[in-house]
């Protein structure tokens, strides 16, 4: 299999890091270049507290208590992905990003956006027009591309050549408005309550209704049709593996993961899916 060089555009902080080093690991292990891109140019950081779970606690805005982990434990990445991650600041693409002015589709074979919630570093990434212009030529381009998460709201709010949306009349995934509101609920109820927002990028205005602004809700919006976002089917195998919240997949292990491919389109709705994720987008670049 030839050398493939995958473009990883990311925010100047706070992506996934589930999201990010699996699937640089898994493209690494395939023989594939992997770089990356962020706003100015600079190294980007993972978002801290998925890493360390610290602060996702009712106790967590005390300093002395942080350290101290529950709710951390569950909602942090896991082991696999924080190794991954210490083994990606160490990559010298990593360590020397393009800047989003520079991207050329001509200079890459294929596309890969990551996501992340916290709006904090998410928002500048999401809503760049330069990286949104981007990644709708790419998708013009009819390379591979692949995305998860809110990496498929960046692809929802990139214009193709028609001005609409990249993925209008495609097949997608996403993160789900039960999976986004699931994780709020546990942060905003028995987690954050001093920041209860943090794991929703964008809030509703005044008269919209519960979930307007979700992942779901937005990307659905730019589809031709609604029902081209695709959720796990009742009678799906492994139905409630797969929706649950509580499985992640692995290398071993794909029975928890949801993946839509429509054509040389990738999606996935969260680090839970990631294992499976990346090594599709392999197999897409192959093919």
């Known amino acids: 299999m030839s050398v493939k060089t995958v473009l990883m555009p990311l925010p100047s902080c706070d992506f996934d890091p589930s999201e990010v080093a699996i699937s640089w690991q ?19 950081a993972g978002d801290p507290l998925m890493l360390t779970g610290e602060g996702l606690d009712p106790w967590g805005w005390l300093p002395a208590l942080r350290r101290l982990k529950l709710l951390g434990l569950l909602l942090r990445a896991r082991r696999g992905a924080r190794e991954a991650y210490r083994s990606l600041l160490t990559d010298v693409e990593f360590r020397q990003p393009l800047r989003y002015e520079q991207l050329a589709v001509a200079d890459f074979d294929g596309l890969l956006l990551p996501g992340g919630h916290w709006a904090r570093g998410m928002r500048g990434y999401l809503e760049n027009p330069c990286l949104q212009a981007f990644v709708g030529a790419f998708f013009a381009s009819a390379k591979p591309v692949a995305a998860i998460c809110h990496g498929v709201l960046l692809a929802a709010r990139s214009p193709g ?27 905003r109820f028995y987690g954050r309550f001093w920041a209860p927002n943090y794991y929703r990028t964008y809030l509703e205005a005044p008269g919209e209704p519960a979930g307007y602004m979700s992942v779901q809700a937005e990307v659905s919006r730019a589809l031709a049709c609604p029902a081209d976002f695709l959720d796990v089917p009742a009678d799906a195998p492994d139905q409630r593996r797969k929706t ?44």
């Open 26 to 44: 898994v493209l690494r292990a395939a023989g594939h270049r992997v770089r990356f891109a962020t706003p100015d140019g600079q190294p980007s």
């Open 161 to 187: 050549a028609d001005g609409r949306s990249a993925l209008y009349g495609r097949k997608t995934t996403g993160l789900t408005w039960r999976m986004e509101r699931s994780a709020w609920n546990l942060s």
């Open 244 to 287: 649950s919240g509580l499985h992640r997949d692995s290398l071993d292990d794909s029975r928890p993961a949801w993946l839509v491919c429509d054509g040389h389109y990738l999606s996935a709705r969260w680090p839970g899916d990631v294992h499976s994720f990346a090594r599709r987008f392999v197999e897409l670049l192959a093919d």
